[in-house]
Structures are given as structure tokens and as C-alpha cells.
């Protein structure tokens, strides 16, 4: 293994932990946990770029675009979701009904851990 090699695959696990422990602080401050997901995700995207650098091959380039495509869909998701729900569930407003659902969509939306 050569040294550009040894340093990339050390920096690229380095910010996989800095991405762990950074989402987990994101969830325990600010308690966003769709924010702290796009930051972890947004660590792997460059911890993967780091390990093409030091390793280009078909493996390290799949892994890095399903994680690429994963922060993208999980984005979008996230995105719709935030624009396809009212604020306080109740469908007077042309956001989704409360009928039918188990739970109120203000408790989905404002769950308890989040007061």
C-alpha cells in the first residue's frame, strides 16, 4: 500500500467518525434529526471522494455513488415532506387530513423528545 493510499483510507475513516459524532451531537443540541442525518451523510460523501483519491477502483466508486444517491433521495424526501403536511395536522388548511390516522399529525410532526 503506498503512503498517498495509507493516508487517505486514515483521513476518510477519520471523518466517517467526525460524521458519526457529529450527527449524534446535531440530534442531541439542536434535536433535528433530518439535519443530523445530512450531516453524516454529508461526511460519508467525503470520506468516499477521500477513498477514491487513495484507492480508485469499481467497489470505492459504487459505494460512493449509493451514498451520493442516498443523500440525494433522503433530501428530497425530507424536502416533500416538510412541503406535503400542515403545520397542525388538522386539513383544514389542505394539508392531510387527520382522519384515519392512528396519530395525530401534530404528534408526528412535534414529537415529544422535541419539547
Do not use: N
Not at 467526525?18 to 450527527?23: D, E, I, K, P, T
Not at 406535503?84 to 386539513?91: R, V
Amino acid at each position: 500500500m503506498t503512503t498517498l493510499q495509507e493516508v487517505t483510507s486514515t483521513a476518510a475513516t477519520l471523518i466517517v467518525a467526525a460524521g458519526v459524532v457529529s450527527g449524534l451531537v446535531v440530534v442531541v443540541v439542536i434535536r433535528r434529526p433530518p439535519l443530523a442525518l445530512g450531516v453524516l451523510l454529508d461526511m460519508l460523501v467525503a470520506a468516499g471522494l477521500l477513498r477514491l483519491v487513495g484507492t480508485p477502483g469499481w467497489p470505492v466508486l459504487a459505494t460512493t455513488a449509493v451514498i451520493l444517491l442516498l443523500r440525494r433521495v433522503v433530501s428530497a424526501g425530507f424536502r416533500a415532506a416538510r412541503h406535503s403536511w400542515s403545520d397542525d395536522g388538522d386539513g383544514a388548511d389542505g394539508g392531510a387530513p387527520a382522519q384515519g390516522w392512528p396519530l395525530s399529525m401534530a404528534r408526528l410532526v412535534h414529537p415529544a423528545w422535541r419539547r
